[in-house]
């Protein structure tokens, strides 16, 4: 309170107000920059001005104490909707990896399954044990068997075909291949494409051209899978040489990549190759 000999000059209500009006504007704007939670998977990570990938699952370590195993999944944060994709080989180790990157499974709206092989689709019963409240977003060449089984855990399903936006700025490139159908996911950004592959089997080459022609717009980052294990040096430089042709500004390869194609990725990129291990998190500007 104001006591009887506190002095005081006369306020200016209208300077006031302006201050106000700044001050209050300038808190909304940080608020909204610095919303963030413990680790990843908190509901508040949806409002960061950056896409979050998360390596959750992968055969390849990082830094961190996560359990490695043959098989690739990563969580995408802020896009309008937090995606799994790919749930990994095992459920366990992926519930696992989850708990100790605070990553709470009931945070995760969307999963995205590339393809039909159990290093990508083996977590995804378990999964849904703890979560079915999801949209599971699907190749439409899928066995019904497998699409039953998830609608009988109270998921709800949505196959693709073709080229297709999920939501917001999030893409399926739609169904590629022959023998191994595959869906990669992309996101569109201020700095260029995001595509994640699973195990890219319909080539990775194919699957950066075709969203390359239909955003025309360069690649920022190209991760996950790349499916060049015992390919020899020679086939690998061909395809690194597209791949810089078609404007690919970083990689981050993992799971099936293999060992000498990571080798000359890593060469060929210098600074701009990142790491992609379980364990990486890696943050695009949206």
């Given at each position: 309170m104001w006591g009887q000999n506190t002095f005081y000059e006369p306020v200016n209500f209208a300077v006031f107000e302006m201050?106000?009006?700044?001050?209050?504007?300038?808190?909304?704007?940080?608020?909204?920059?610095?919303?963030?939670?413990?680790?990843?998977?908190?509901?508040?990570?949806?409002?960061?001005?950056?896409?979050?990938?998360?390596?959750?699952?992968?055969?390849?370590?990082?830094?961190?104490?996560?359990?490695?195993?043959?098989?690739?999944s990563c969580l995408i944060e802020g896009t309008e909707q937090t995606i799994l994709f790919d749930t990994g080989g095992e459920g366990k180790i992926l519930l696992s990896n989850m708990s100790f990157m605070n990553i709470d499974p009931k945070s995760i709206e969307t999963v995205f399954l590339s393809h039909i092989h159990a290093d990508h689709t083996g977590g995804v019963e378990d999964f849904l044990r703890q979560n079915p409240n999801v949209t599971v977003w699907l190749p439409e060449s899928f066995p019904m068997s497998f699409q039953r089984a998830i609608t009988e855990y109270g998921a709800r399903i949505r196959t693709v075909g073709n080229f297709t936006r999920l939501f917001g700025s999030v893409y399926s490139s739609g169904e590629m291949g022959g023998w191994i159908k595959e869906q990669a996911l992309i996101l569109k950004t201020s700095n260029g494409l995001v595509i994640i592959t699973g195990c890219a089997h319909p080539g990775v080459v194919n699957v950066v051209r075709e969203a390359t022609d239909r955003f025309k717009d360069n690649v920022y980052l190209l991760m996950g899978g790349f499916h060049l294990g015992g390919m020899a040096s020679e086939q690998i430089q061909q395809i690194i040489r597209a791949l810089k042709m078609l404007g690919v500004k970083k990689v981050a390869p993992s799971h099936c990549t293999g060992d000498r194609a990571m080798g000359m990725f890593r060469d060929a990129w210098g600074e701009d190759f990142l790491e992609g291990g379980a364990g990486t998190i890696i943050e695009v500007l949206r």
């Open positions: 201050q106000r009006a700044i001050f209050t504007t300038i808190f909304a704007i940080l608020a909204s920059l610095l919303i963030s939670s413990p680790g990843p998977g908190g509901s508040v990570q949806t409002r960061l001005p950056v896409f979050r990938l998360t390596v959750i699952f992968n055969n390849l370590p990082f830094k961190t104490r996560l359990t490695t195993s043959w098989g690739f």
